[in-house]
């Protein structure tokens, strides 16, 4: 199982930014991916950006050229640079993790963490 701590989160106007990270119990690079989810009041989660540890990433149309997913591999921590950010933005972001062995896929979760955009 990982073990993930997510933060930086908070309170932000529409066109601010915020940077979230991710602390992962271990190394990034025994991960086969990780990214960030986010889930609003009333919806389902969704994918905002994914990366492989084949170098792919994968971003949601509604953030491109909006949001950066990135690593710090000495730290074990994984971030997510938001910027322009709108009020639809608003939501709980979950760092995720993805570890697969054998037949076995598992995924692990962090426990959120609130971001708000005011209009």
């Known amino acids: 199982q990982v073990h993930l701590v997510e933060s930086g989160g908070g309170l932000v106007q529409t066109g601010g930014s915020l940077r979230l990270s991710c602390a992962v119990s271990r190394s990034i690079f025994s991960l086969n991916a990780m990214g960030w989810y986010r889930q609003a009041p009333g919806k389902q989660r969704e994918l905002v950006a994914t990366?492989?540890?084949?170098?792919?990433?994968n971003y949601a149309d509604s953030v491109k050229g909006r949001f950066t997913i990135s690593r710090d591999n000495a730290k074990n921590t994984v971030y997510l640079q938001m910027n322009s950010l709108k009020p639809e933005d608003t939501a709980v972001y979950y760092c995720?993790?993805?570890?697969?062995?054998?037949?076995?896929?598992?995924?692990?979760w962090g426990q959120g963490t609130q971001v708000t955009v005011s209009s």
């Open positions: 995720n993790a993805v570890s697969v062995r054998g037949a076995v896929t598992l995924n692990s």
């Open positions: 990366f492989t540890n084949g170098g792919s990433t």
